[in-house]
Each structure stands twice: as C-alpha cells, then as structure tokens.
C-alpha cells in the first residue's frame, strides 16, 4: 500500500514538473512580446518582402530604423530596379517619402504607420495581435506563430496575415498575408535582427538621408530623353480605353488615358522633372502612402499618384474604391505599350 502512494505521488510531482517546463501559453507570449516592444528603445532590421498581389512578382529589400517613440527610417529597394529606392521617414516633423532619383521629398499629414498594418515593422504585428480578440496561436519546435485579422485600411483583400516569432528571442521571422482564400500574397522574411541600437539625431533627417541614398543611387539623368514609354493597366475592372490624348509639354508630353465602363477612370502620365542635386524639393501630399508593389504611392479620395522611373503616373476616378484604385495602379507595372 505505501509503495503504492509513493508511487502515485511520484507520478503527481512528475506530472506538475511537466506542466511547470510545458509550453508557454498564448497569454504568456502575448505578454512578453508586448513587455518587449515597450521596453526597447529601438530596433534595426532587414527583411526580403515578396508581393504577388499583381499579375507578375514583385521583390523588395528592406532596411528598417525604429527609434522610440515616433521615429521610423523605412529604406526600400526594388528587386528590378536600381535606381528605384525609396525611403519612408517619420520624425518629430513628419511623414516623408524620399524619392531619391528625382532628389524629390513628399511630405504627408499622415498618422503612419499606426493607422494601417506595416508587415515589415515589429511594434505592427504585436498590436495587431493585441487588437485581434479572435487571433489564434501555435506553438511550434522553434517559432511561436499567430494567425490575426489585418488592418490594412484599403486593402480588405488581405485580411489575415501569419506571423512567426522566434521562440528563444520573440523577434520577428516571418509574416505571411493572405487573401479571402487564404492565398499568401504577400511575404516578409526578417534577418539581422538588433535591438536597441545608438542612433544619431541626423539618422532621421530628410536631407541627410536625401544625401545618403543620393551616394548609393545617383539623381536620374533626364538629358536626351525625348520617348516617353506609355505605360497601361493590366487590371481594368471591366473598362475599355475611350479616349487617348497627347499633350506637349516644355520637356516632354504628357499622356491622357480615359477609361469607361462600370466605374470610370483617368489615367495621366508625364515625364518627371529632377530638381538639382543642391536643392531637394519638399512637396506637400494630401493623402496616405501607399505600397503598390514597385513604388510607394500618395492616396487620397479620388486620387493615387506615383513616380516609376522617371514618370509621374496621376490615377484619378470619383467611382472607384481606393481598394480598386490600388488593384488599377499596382498593375501599371512594365505593360507594353498598345
């Protein structure tokens, strides 16, 4: 008999040493990763985001600069195009996009990045898991992994998004983002993860990291051209092309495209200016940026704006969602001309 309850209060404590060194629950990695966001100054990172929201595959690299509270430094460089970097900036004035080749800076009133999700930045997918009451988790052999709603406030195409976590750090791996049939659409894989790093004041200046990038990628060179490559959508929502008009400009021309169907729209494309290399010019935007895959856009209510290598591209519709203008001019991508 007394063999018999040692061996069951063997068993007992064996069984709570397990439960003890058992898998952490959600509850517990939903609080370490939100005491670890709060108690970072900052962070940098890498990451490789991979876009098939269009009809051909768009790659970008990433380098992200995050300093508490509110300073961001997103640098983007498409896969296919070397002169096409860009970069994101938020600091105590503001939110930028720097467009280097054209020495052009647009400045946004914008909220960015808390008003949508950003898959690239980490403090974004821990709230979106805070603000997700329905997210599901799963422990895996090295990552901890939650499914969540998106928050992406104009593309309800991309609802739910996959976030891996390493399980030894709680740094970001990889965030898989899916549409309506869970297909993954868009992927971003982290690498070279550091947290709290020393930064300079300069380190989020717009006319600093102007020059910096300006060294890497060299202001576009617009002598000689005189062709401007007209560019169509692939995707037209159900539109024919009624109208094509050239207009001539000092340096160039300038490119309308009417569309009607359903829902109409304008399309206008015109050869950039370059302002010089001493004078970077600040343009002030009404509207939010937006990815559309090869280039950072500006969203308003009727309008989406662009630049893609060397030609600014003027999206303009008062019947189209601005889901459906982001579908239109994310396929404005390396179309033969008609």
């Known amino acids: 008999m007394k063999k018999r309850m040692a061996l069951l209060l063997f068993a007992s404590l064996f069984f709570v040493l397990l439960t003890a060194c058992g898998e952490k629950s959600k509850e517990d990695v939903v609080k370490n990763l939100e005491e670890q966001v709060e108690k970072m100054s900052g962070y940098k990172t890498n990451a490789t985001m991979t876009m098939n929201t269009g009809k051909e595959e768009q790659k970008y690299h990433i380098e992200v600069w995050h300093k508490k509270k509110d300073f961001y430094r997103v640098k983007l460089q498409h896969d296919q195009d070397e002169e096409g970097s860009q970069v994101i900036l938020k600091n105590k004035d503001g939110v930028y996009v720097l467009t280097p080749a054209l020495n052009k800076s647009f400045k946004f009133q914008s909220e960015w990045p808390q008003n949508s999700s950003q898959p690239y930045l980490y403090e974004s997918l821990v709230q979106d898991i805070l603000k997700d009451p329905e997210s599901t988790f799963t422990a895996m052999e090295d990552y901890y992994m939650f499914k969540t709603k998106t928050n992406y406030q104009n593309s309800k195409s991309l609802p ?179």
């Open 160 to 338: 739910y998004q996959e976030v891996y976590f390493d399980k030894k750090t709680y740094q970001p791996v990889l965030v898989k983002v899916y549409d309506q049939d869970m297909q993954a659409l868009v992927e971003v894989q982290f690498s070279n993860f550091t947290k709290d790093p020393s930064f300079k004041d300069e380190d989020f200046e717009v006319q600093k990291n102007m020059a910096a990038v300006q060294s890497e990628v060299p202001v576009m060179n617009m002598e000689g051209e005189k062709t401007l490559a007209v560019l169509y959508p692939s995707e037209q929502l159900g539109t024919e092309m009624t109208e094509k008009q050239e207009v001539d400009l000092e340096n160039g021309k300038r490119i309308i495209m009417k569309f009607e169907g359903e829902k109409n729209f304008t399309l206008i494309e015109e050869q950039a200016e370059v302002q010089t290399v001493s004078t970077s010019d600040v343009v002030p935007v009404q509207g939010e940026p937006v990815n559309l895959g090869f280039t950072v856009g500006a969203q308003s209510e009727s309008i989406l704006e662009w630049n893609y290598k060397g030609v600014n591209f003027r999206l303009a519709s008062e019947s189209l969602t601005k889901e459906e203008m982001i579908a239109v001019a994310s396929s404005v991508y390396e179309q033969s001309e008609k």
